[in-house]
């Protein structure tokens, strides 16, 4: 079984512009959790959306956004990119037993130039 | 608040020696906790886990100790091979899968 797939694998953009990224969950789960991490720290919580709802919002602001789809695969939208959004951005799933259990996928290498 | 911190930003040790990665956590109702391991350019990849009712838990050459009443979490690792090098993470789960955590503790390996 595939694990949690992202795509693409790197993205360079410029200030301004908007950005989707994707992700889908281990088979069978329904919930994505959505992280940004900045080079050099721990990653850090964005969004929850468990059966196309949102459950849980990190502090970013409301230039980032996402959506869940029926088939549980997500997006994440940032718009107006800002230096700052650089960053590896990652998606996690359950995986296991216990829905506490989160596996993360490869990530998103977003460069913002 | 809510944070999880590490002792120790770079931890080097010799091949076959044994490492111990410490990580302090503010939530004393927090009650999973979860080891990852990251390399370079990749995703953090789940090592073991332990629930607040547990105090220890083995793995295979892993070993997570819990200490909820100073609220430390440590990980040991036996044996330690070069491929262990990465940045390792603990985490807590605050709320309905949401995980916090700290800023990583990067284990170097030397043959």
């Known amino acids: 079984d595939a694990g949690v797939t992202q795509s693409p694998t790197h993205l360079i953009k410029t200030r301004g512009q908007h950005v989707t990224l994707r992700c889908s969950p281990i088979?069978?789960?329904?919930?994505v959790s959505w992280y940004q991490q900045v080079l050099g720290q721990g990653p850090q919580f964005i969004f929850q959306?468990?059966?196309?709802?949102?459950?849980g919002r990190g502090n970013f602001p409301d230039r980032f956004s996402a959506r869940q789809f029926p088939n549980y695969s997500s997006e994440l939208n940032v718009n107006a990119l800002l230096l700052g959004d650089s960053a590896l951005y990652l998606c996690?799933?359950?995986?296991?037993?216990?829905?506490?259990?989160?596996?993360f996928g490869p990530g998103t290498r977003l460069t913002v130039l | 608040g809510e944070s999880v911190g590490l002792h120790l930003p770079t931890l080097s040790v010799q091949e076959g020696d044994n490492s111990i990665i410490n990580c302090a956590y503010s939530?004393?109702?927090?009650?999973?906790f979860i080891w990852y391991k990251q390399e370079s350019g990749k995703g953090p990849q789940f090592i073991i886990d332990i629930r607040s009712n547990m105090d220890k838990r083995q793995g295979q050459r892993v070993t997570v100790l819990l200490n909820k009443t100073v609220k430390h979490l440590s990980l040991q690792i036996a044996a330690t091979q070069p491929g262990d090098s990465a940045v390792y993470f603990c985490?807590?789960?605050?709320?309905?899968?949401?995980?916090?955590f700290g800023t990583g503790t990067r284990l170097l390996v030397s043959p």
């Open positions: 088979s069978g789960h329904k919930s």
């Open positions: 996690a799933s359950p995986g296991g037993r216990s829905t506490d259990t989160q596996y």
């Open positions: 939530n004393s109702a927090s009650d999973y």
């Open positions: 985490a807590e789960t605050q709320g309905f899968q949401k995980l916090v």
């Open positions: 959306y468990y059966e196309k709802e949102e459950r």
